[in-house]
């Protein structure tokens, strides 16, 4: 089954929305990491963008992108949000807080903690009451997530949204889990029903070869540094327009091959 690609969102340095990311990814555009602007996740309520944290905006501001570009009602469409670690910031300030003498536990801090923060905070900005999937699969967190959207989307025959992202660890929290820089991707998957639209077909293979890289040295070192940026050589496929497979980790001893071109309808 062809599935489309009906928007895509993304946020990382050098990389502020997918219209500066495409022109890089393509090549039309020099890559020129730099620091990230707070992202305004403007779907957000007032009162809960200023409780929400880096990574419930990062993770909404790259869901409302894709979203706006597949021109699709948000209400409608089931989510499967993917992060490796999820909330690791705020783990820091909780586990700071438990190790200080009073050992005075925020419930803010509290109840943003959870794996799945990001998919609440959307279903807030949204109200959407459809299914919602948080789910880690370490490195292989965006892999799996796709999986699991592309099976919603055959399984229902409706379109699906899937965020991803990672944002940095801070010490000392980075000395087990090491992620540098932030990393956000959003896809707006569909039945295949437009010609004109970019379509993915997938399986899963044992395969011993390694995931697919990129050719761009320090694009390919945020790859291998962010789990949310292993989407990175899909969405350069997206943004080369062709015809290309691309391989990504999962679980070890297993590849997703993603294959990435025009419609064939």
Known sequence: MEIAIRGVGLLAPGLIGWDTGRAVLAGVCPFQPGAVPDPDAMMLPANERRRSSD??????????????????????????????????????KLCRALAA??????PTLFHQSVHNAAAGYWGIA?????SSTALSCYDDSFAAGLLEAITVVCVEQCPVLLVAYDL???????????????FAVALVLAPSTDASSMVMRIRLEDCADEPSGLEHPVLEAVRIDNPAARSLPLLNAI???????????????????????????
């Not at 992108?65 to 992060?83: H, I, K, N």
């Not at 010490?171 to 540098?180: G, V, Y």
């Not at 943004?239 to 309808?265: D, F, K």
């Open 101 to 106: 003498p009073e050992r005075a536990v925020s």
């Open 239 to 265: 943004a080369a327009g062709g015809q290309q497979i691309v391989r990504l980790g999962l679980l070890e001893s297993q590849q997703l091959m993603v294959e990435v071109g025009p419609c064939r309808l």
């Open 168 to 182: 940095a660890v801070p010490t000392p929290l980075s000395q087990a889990r090491r992620i540098t820089t932030g």
């Open 55 to 92: 990574c419930v905006r990062w993770a909404v501001q790259v869901a409302q992108e894709a979203m706006a570009q597949s021109g699709l009602d948000p209400r409608d469409l089931p989510t499967v949000f993917a992060s490796s670690g999820g909330e690791m910031g705020v783990f820091d």
């Open 126 to 130: 949204t109200a959407g009451q459809q």
